[in-house]
């Protein structure tokens, strides 16, 4: 991790804007897709149907991304743990895996939230045809701990994020398709909770704590 804070502020911005946009433009594609067809004057239903999906899909990411890329939380610097098993529970439901989500809830740093949400990207992208996700949280109260298992067919975790994390430098820069990884090397850095990689043939388990 030691070339981890290489990019410059504005392009790390500029980045995570590009990646927030590449999630939610097919969702919201489709609710214009289904208004030419309302507008066409057919398949009413269908159209509806398509604009109500794709409505509650680009609600649910813009409110995962609000919390995991984005400023929420400042005025107390705390973020309740509760939110973000709601908004990864909405997020998750338009991704192809089933969430299990395991631990009390707490008022937490909002960086290490942060990071626990996107520990959860990095598992989801570990199991690209699905499978079951399975959040844990433990020791609230003292020292917080996250562990994040991945259960599912074709079990990889993402080469990039295996780059990033040997701390080697990259053979590609980061790009928007990759820094979702980068920036949860940098919450782990910023938070100080080290990121652990256990990987098997039948789970991947990532795992972040003080």
């Known amino acids: 991790m ?7 502020a504005p392009d790390l911005a500029a980045l995570l804007c ?12 489709a609710i214009n897709n289904g208004l030419e ?22 609600s649910a990411r813009l409110q ?15 973020i309740d743990t509760g939110d973000a098993q709601t908004v990864a529970a909405a997020f998750i439901n338009n991704e192809k ?13 909002k960086n290490q939230v ?15 045809r699905g499978g079951k996700l399975r959040v844990s949280l433990e020791n609230l109260d003292t020292a917080p701990s996250f562990t994040i298992t991945a259960q599912g067919p074709m079990l990889r975790v993402p080469p990039k994020f295996l780059e ?16 979702q990884f980068y920036y949860t090397l940098l919450l782990s850095r910023e938070t100080g909770m080290q990121i652990n990689i256990r990987a098997t043939a039948e789970e991947i388990i990532l795992s972040a704590g003080l």
Do not use: Y
């Not at 030691?2 to 410059?8: N, T």
């Not at 067809?37 to 680009?58: K, Q, Y």
């Open 2 to 8: 030691s070339d981890l804070l290489s990019l410059s």
């Open 18 to 29: 590009s990646r927030v946009c590449h999630d939610i433009i097919s969702p919201v594609g």
């Open 37 to 58: 067809l309302l507008d066409e004057g057919g398949a009413d239903e269908d159209a509806m149907n398509l604009i109500r999906a794709s409505a509650i899909n680009a």
């Open 64 to 78: 995962f991304a609000r919390i995991a890329f984005g400023a929420a939380g400042s005025a107390g610097m705390q």
């Open 97 to 109: 895996p089933e969430l299990e989500w395991v631990g009390a809830r707490a008022l937490l740093p």
């Open 114 to 128: 942060k990071l626990l949400l996107n520990l959860l990207l990095v598992a989801n992208a570990a199991i690209p």
């Open 164 to 179: 990033l994390h040997s701390g080697n430098k990259p053979e590609e820069a980061v790009d928007a398709h990759t820094v």
